[in-house]
């Protein structure tokens, strides 16, 4: 089920063996899978999308980096 969040803090994500990227502040969408989370944003008129581990993910929510939108 994917679900609306906010970034509000430093996310970052690895595209393949490259460097770490840091996903724009701002709506994103979030899709958990079984071991990773997907985000999909839009940036200047693209989309875009990383998958993190669920582990990742959890801290960023801790650290309230990601605020999940309750509706």
Same mark, same amino acid.
């Given at each position: 089920? *994917? @679900?609306? /969040?906010?970034?509000?803090?430093?996310?970052?994500?690895?595209?393949? !063996?490259? %460097?770490?990227?840091?996903? %724009?502040?701002?709506?994103? $969408?979030?899709?958990?899978? @079984?071991? !990773?989370? *997907?985000? &999909?944003?839009?940036? $200047?008129? *693209?989309? @875009? &999308? /990383?998958?993190?581990? /669920? /582990? !990742?993910?959890?801290?960023?929510?801790?650290?309230?980096?990601?605020?999940? $939108?309750?509706?």
């Amino acid at each position: 089920m *994917t @679900q609306l /969040a906010q970034v509000q803090g430093k996310v970052e994500y690895r595209a393949g !063996d490259g %460097p770490l990227l840091c996903v %724009p502040p701002g709506e994103v $969408e979030i899709d958990v899978g @079984q071991g !990773d989370v *997907t985000l &999909s944003w839009g940036n $200047e008129g *693209t989309r @875009q &999308s /990383a998958a993190i581990p /669920a /582990a !990742d993910f959890a801290r960023y929510l801790a650290a309230r980096a990601i605020v999940v $939108e309750r509706g």
